[in-house]
């Protein structure tokens, strides 16, 4: 079992910028997938970025140049900052972790966008 825990979350003006942070614990595999979703009031959950053991880093395209995911492997925390936020960006955002053949999430956080 892997546990995620989601902070930063909260509300910002738009142009503004947030960090949310996910502290993963329990029996995390080397070989892992952590990223970032977030689902708006009334649309499905979609994907926003995420890294792998290996490296790579994905984007949608609606955040790239805008927000950045990083991690601190010592602390098995994930990062998301999130900077030039815009009104559409206002979703709840989750942690998606996947690790030896199963998926976890976080509880999410929410995040406004509003002037």
């Known amino acids: 079992q892997v546990q995620l825990v989601e902070s930063g979350g909260g509300l910002v003006q738009p142009g503004g910028s947030l960090r949310l942070s996910c502290a993963a614990s329990?029996?995390?595999?080397?070989?892992?997938?952590m990223g970032w979703y977030r689902q708006a009031p009334g649309k499905e959950r979609e994907f926003v970025a995420s890294?792998?053991?290996?490296?790579?880093?994905n984007y949608a395209d609606s955040v790239k140049g805008r927000f950045t995911i990083s991690e601190d492997n010592a602390k098995n925390t994930v990062y998301l900052q999130m900077n030039s936020l815009k009104p559409d960006d206002t979703a709840v955002y989750y942690c998606?972790?996947?690790?030896?053949?199963?998926?976890?999430w976080g509880q999410g956080t929410q995040v406004t966008v509003s002037s």
């Open positions: 329990g029996s995390i595999f080397s070989i892992y997938v």
């Open positions: 890294t792998t053991s290996g490296g790579r880093i």
């Open positions: 998606n972790h996947i690790s030896g053949g199963r998926e976890y």
